[in-house]
């Protein structure tokens, strides 16, 4: 007889409630259990990593979004074809049912910020997982009822398995102009909205403007870069503290504490650093919770800034998600400026500024998008003079009158256009 979906999520509670204990006991010895275990049951089931499921980290290759995909139908450990998940998540698409699964695995698609699709795969149980996850460590569980606006550009059953009782989710449309979401939002009166800061930042105009009335008692940013200034500006609309969640196709990674830093979730990743300064590095994950589809060694495009953190928890720290490496500007003579700088100098350029894009077209050519318009100088001007400290000569700056946003897509503020 089939265990109740609703059982397996209590089951996965309490399980992840375990492991994190004995992680913040003994760190080492639990990633050691954990790797260990994940070989001989997961692992030893992929076609490409059997051979080698007994064997140390270090045995695995480095992967990215390519070599990824590329090994698709090696990797999975239920004989999926790329081919035939990437038909099903393209009539969901078309569709927008997004209810269809493969012999009961979820099939998801995601455009990602670099605009290469990718796939997932995920089991009922590791739905499951993830439900107790959000519920554990991002929702927070709770005998009162909420209400659950999610944006989002495709849905998914690993989204709606949250809905219960007590939990009652809204699916929002990314593809959807937002005007036609207003009445629906209003009508909802959402506890809780979750959505990628571009997104979120349209919600505060609206509610400026009147055609919004809503008064959420969490707002949670995912999917894209959460800038300083937008953090300040949805508190001061909505007046709660705004939550990160670090998550991707490739699994969720972290949320932020109760000192405000993120937590990487180590008891069931294990995280190398490829370290790009003192303070920042890229993280390279292995996700020993995925069954269907390994996560081994999957190199990220993020930026992460290490931190030490007050919390108590042993986890790694992160204190910003900066950007991406193709966030990253570079320059003749090996010279680069990473994001966070270009974000407080636009930014630091004019008070008026609410809003900016910037567009590296070539070696020494920027275009640059600036709200309002007749700021456009101050931006100019305030960069000019950072790269001037940084010795970086000659660069010519194209005004934008619009942002390059396609609808439903991550929003890049900063873009590093390379071929």
Same mark, same amino acid.
């Given at each position: ?75 999975? /450990? ?25 012999? @009961? ?22 739905? #499951? ?138 008891? @069931? ?8 300064? #003192? ?6 994950? /292995? ?106 000569? @000659? ?25």
């Amino acid at each position: 007889m089939k265990m109740p979906f609703k059982l397996h999520v209590i089951m996965a509670f309490i399980k992840l409630g375990r492991e994190r204990r004995r992680f913040e006991r003994n760190p080492q010895a639990h990633q050691q259990r954990m790797w260990r275990t994940f070989g001989q049951t997961t692992l030893s089931k992929s076609p490409l990593y059997k051979d080698i499921a007994h064997r140390s980290i270090d045995a695995f290759p480095l992967q990215g979004k390519e070599e990824f995909n590329r090994d698709f139908d090696r990797i999975n /450990t239920r004989g999926i074809r790329y081919d035939h998940a990437l038909q099903v998540a393209d009539e969901a698409e078309s569709s927008r049912d997004f209810t269809p699964t493969i012999d @009961g695995v979820t099939v998801g698609l995601s455009s990602g910020t670099s605009g290469n699709r990718g796939i997932f795969l995920v089991s009922e149980g590791e739905r #499951a997982s993830w439900v107790a996850m959000v519920l554990q460590r991002i929702l927070g569980f709770s005998f009162r009822k909420r209400k659950v606006a999610f944006f989002l550009r495709a849905n998914s059953k690993l989204y709606t398995s949250v809905q219960s009782r007590l939990i009652q989710f809204a699916f929002f449309d990314l593809l959807i102009p937002l005007e036609h979401h207003l009445t629906r939002l209003n009508d909802l009166q959402p506890t809780i909205v979750v959505g990628q800061p571009s997104l979120l930042m349209m919600l505060v105009e609206a509610q400026q403007q009147g055609t919004l009335h809503i008064a959420p008692q969490k707002i949670i940013s995912v999917a894209e870069v959460l800038s300083d200034e937008d953090e300040a500006a949805l508190k001061a609309c909505f007046q709660v503290p705004v939550q990160q969640v670090y998550q991707c196709n490739e699994g969720m990674f972290g949320q932020t504490c109760s000192q405000g830093n993120f937590h990487l979730n180590e008891d @069931g990743l294990l995280i190398e650093k490829e370290w790009l300064d #003192a303070t920042r590095f890229q993280p390279i994950i /292995t996700d020993m919770r995925r069954k269907v589809q390994p996560v081994i060694r999957y190199k990220m495009n993020d930026i992460l800034h290490a931190t030490e953190c007050t919390c108590g928890s042993k986890m790694i720290a992160i204190s910003q998600i900066e950007g991406r490496t193709d966030d990253v500007l570079h320059f003749p003579g090996g010279k680069r400026v990473f994001p966070d700088f270009i974000r407080r100098t636009v930014i630091g350029a004019h008070p008026a500024i609410s809003n900016y894009q910037i567009i590296q077209e070539g070696s020494d050519q920027l275009s640059l998008y600036v709200e309002p318009i007749d700021q456009w100088e101050s931006a100019k001007n305030a960069l000019g003079r950072l790269f001037e400290d940084q010795n970086i000569q @000659g660069v010519s700056f194209l005004k934008l009158t619009d942002k390059r946003h396609i609808l439903g897509t991550k929003f890049r503020r900063i873009h590093a256009q390379r071929s």
